[in-house]
C-alpha cells in the first residue's frame, strides 16, 4: 500500500472506517457504519440510534446503510449539553446508482472535515475553534472517486436527537492518525 504524502500544500482527508459489529476498531473510528439493509425504515432509525448510542464517544459520523443506495447518517453536533437540547443531525443520504456501504457515511465525513477546515482558516488566530459547531450538510454533494462522479442528496429525516443521542464530554473535531494503518483511508 503506497503510504501518504506529507507535502504542506497537499490536503488530505483520511479517517478511520469501522463497522458496528467490530467492537475493538470502532471504538475508536471517526465513521462507524451499521448494516440495516434488511430492516423497514422505523427498525433502521432504532439501529442508528444504538449505534450513536454505544460509539458516541469517538465518532463524528455513525452511518446506518438501508439500500445499496442510501444510508442514515448522524453527524456530531457538540452543542446540545442538555438532554432537551440535540446533539448532531440525523439525515439520509442518497445517490441514483448503488455504492459501496461505507460510501454515504464517508461523504459527510469529508464535507465534515472540509467544512472545519474552511472555518478554521477563516477565523482571527485567537479564536477558539474547538468550539466551531456543523450546520446541517447541504442539500447534494458530489464524491470524487477513482474513476467516477457519484451525486448525492442530503435531507433531514427529522428524526428527534435530543436525549441519550451522542451525549459526552466537548470534543474538538480532531482524528487519530496513523498513516500506516490499512484501515485509514
Do not use: C, K
Not at 446540545?80 to 439525515?91: I, K, M
Amino acid at each position: 500500500m503506497p503510504r501518504p504524502s506529507f507535502e504542506e500544500d497537499e490536503q488530505r482527508y483520511v479517517h478511520l472506517l469501522a463497522p458496528a459489529s467490530d467492537q475493538l476498531w470502532a471504538s475508536s473510528a471517526s465513521v462507524v457504519v451499521a448494516d440495516a439493509r434488511d430492516q423497514e425504515i422505523p427498525q433502521a432509525q432504532s439501529t442508528l440510534h444504538d449505534a450513536v448510542a454505544r460509539y458516541r464517544y469517538g465518532a463524528l459520523v455513525i452511518g446506518a446503510v438501508t439500500t445499496p443506495y442510501s444510508a442514515l447518517a448522524w453527524i456530531r453536533d457538540n452543542t446540545g449539553r442538555h438532554q432537551e437540547e440535540p446533539t448532531g443531525y440525523a439525515v439520509e443520504i442518497r445517490s441514483r446508482r448503488p455504492g459501496p456501504s461505507e460510501l454515504y457515511p464517508s461523504v459527510l465525513y469529508t464535507w465534515l472535515r472540509w467544512w472545519t477546515a474552511q472555518t478554521r482558516s477563516s477565523l482571527p488566530p485567537d479564536s477558539n475553534a474547538a468550539s466551531l459547531q456543523p450546520p446541517q450538510p447541504p442539500a447534494e454533494l458530489t464524491a470524487l472517486l477513482p474513476g467516477a462522479q457519484r451525486h448525492l442528496t442530503v435531507h433531514d429525516v427529522g428524526m428527534d436527537t435530543r436525549g441519550d443521542w451522542g451525549r459526552t464530554v466537548p470534543q474538538s473535531y480532531v482524528e487519530p492518525f496513523d498513516p500506516w494503518d490499512p484501515l485509514f483511508r
